[in-house]
């Protein structure tokens, strides 16, 4: 049976329990179950602390983890990324009060906040600094207010925390994160890994196209096509009116009114957009 870590708390926990279950997995009801069994796809889910989960995937004690890839990395274990979940995105940043440093070059011989000592380390080792790391479980935009650090290292998402707490970014990212599936770094990949990973796949996917349909003149196909070029290319079937055709194609989701507006200017019909509820490509 194939034994898989999932978040039980935090940022990352209903979006990975979300994508799961989309993929056709069973997840638990009670957010206090710790273990979930699903007989029949032949997978265990263990609900664990994300910072936690590279521990148990880099050891071999579960094969696969979904975590952030900030964690991945704090946590130094040499576990690799297989799949980008394109969700739970976040930046790691420097952040320090407005007009303190200049640049993030001035950070070394300061004391830096921070929960993930790893990642700053990692850094500092990188670019030749030294820095005095303040290691803090959360809440680290109060450390320099409250005079236990010069400046902090810590996730940004809208940015309204450090707002909150006055301070600026510093630099560019330390690096950016989102979740992400984790394996061992080592060793073949048990059997229904591929499997898994490419039902995440086909939830990624599904989630980020939609299904256009629309008749147009057979004449105007080629500029119609070239608007919706699908994946391969658009099925195109013949219509009971002579000379149109129906047409069908997947197209990104972002891009989708723009499309249309294309469309029907160039004289496209009856256009219709459906979401994909999975695929496989
Ligand atoms: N707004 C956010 N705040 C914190 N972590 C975020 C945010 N957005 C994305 N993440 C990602 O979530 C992961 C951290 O999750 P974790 O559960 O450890 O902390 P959390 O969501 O802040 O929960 P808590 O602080 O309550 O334990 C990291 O990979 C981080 O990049
Ligand atoms: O850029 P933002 O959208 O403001 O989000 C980022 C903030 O959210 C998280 O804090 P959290 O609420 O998890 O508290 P914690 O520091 O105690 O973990 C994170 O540690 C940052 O402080
Ligand atoms: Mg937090």
Not at 60 to 79: F, Q
Not at 93 to 102: E, N, V
Not at 132 to 141: S, T
Request: glycine share 10%; aromatic share 4%.
């Amino acid at each position: 049976m194939l034994r898989i870590a999932v978040p039980n708390k935090g940022t990352l926990s209903q979006p990975a329990s979300q994508m799961l279950r989309d993929a056709g997995y069973r997840q638990r009801t009670d957010p206090k179950d710790l273990i979930c069994r699903d007989e029949a796809n032949n997978v265990e889910f263990f609900y664990l602390r994300p910072r936690d989960i590279a521990t148990y995937v880099g050891s071999g004690d579960l094969d696969l983890g979904i975590t952030g890839r900030d964690l991945l990395v704090d946590s130094g274990v040499p576990a690799t990324e297989m799949l980008d979940l394109n969700f739970g995105g976040a930046t790691f940043r420097w952040a320090a009060p407005d007009g303190a440093l200049s640049s993030a070059d001035e950070i070394g011989g300061k004391r830096i906040a921070t929960a993930y000592p790893g990642v700053v380390e990692r850094y500092l080792a990188e670019h030749d600094l030294k820095a005095e790391v303040v290691r803090l479980d959360g809440a680290v935009e109060n450390a320099v207010r409250l005079g236990v650090a010069d400046l902090i290292a810590d996730v940004v998402e809208t940015g309204a925390t450090l707002r909150q707490a006055g301070l600026v970014t510093l630099g560019e990212p330390l690096l950016r994160s989102s979740a992400i599936m984790i394996g061992p770094a080592e060793g073949s990949a048990p059997a229904g890994v591929s499997q898994l990973i490419r039902r995440l796949q086909g939830v990624l996917v599904a989630r980020s196209y939609v299904m256009l349909a629309y008749d147009v003149r057979a004449d105007l196909l080629d500029s119609a096509g070239a608007l919706t070029p699908g994946i391969e290319s658009p099925t195109v079937s013949p219509l009971h009116r002579e000379g149109w055709v129906a047409v069908q194609a997947m197209v990104p989701r972002k891009d989708v009114h723009r499309v249309m507006d294309e469309l029907y200017e160039l004289g496209a019909r009856a256009i219709l957009v459906t979401d994909i509820a999975n695929c496989r490509l």
